[in-house]
């Protein structure tokens, strides 16, 4: 079965974290998914720290929109924080036909309606874990 890809905005300590337990818990994730997750890509405007925790077949980006954009992405995490640039590139995976998942409270307590609304129009789901 095809793996799930994932792109990764923001490894902050956060987002860094979550990177170090999608790695660690890799197998245990994969049996539980029935199918292998692999971090694909990550933006994050410090490259060298997104470059120092990043493994090898990692693509590393400043450019966020690349990861939102992405044919062969199929989730967006969303660790970036903040309601205006994480707003418009949540709304942006969700019109490229991503799933999204955010620690974001305020940004979904603020614009959820309109989140929600759009992936369900587009037939994508929003989870949101903090």
């Known amino acids: ?40 890509m990550i ?7 997104a470059r120092s925790l990043a493994d090898p077949g990692v693509k590393v980006t400043t450019d966020a929109h690349e990861i939102t954009k992405n044919p062969d992405i199929d989730i ?7 309601q205006t640039i994480a707003k418009d590139l949540i709304l942006e995976a969700i019109a490229h036909d991503k799933h999204v998942v955010t620690a974001n409270k305020a940004l979904l307590a603020n614009h959820g309606t309109e989140i929600f ?12 874990e903090a």
């Open 1 to 40: 079965m095809k793996p799930i890809h994932i792109g990764l905005l923001g490894v902050g300590t956060v987002g860094g974290g979550t990177y170090t337990v999608l790695k660690r818990n890799q197998e245990e994730i994969a049996r539980r998914a029935g199918r292998e997750i692999i971090v694909k």
């Open 76 to 82: 967006v995490v969303e660790l970036i924080g903040g």
């Open 43 to 49: 933006a994050d405007k410090d490259m060298d720290k």
């Open 117 to 128: 609304a759009a992936a369900r129009a587009k037939g994508v789901i929003v989870a949101f």
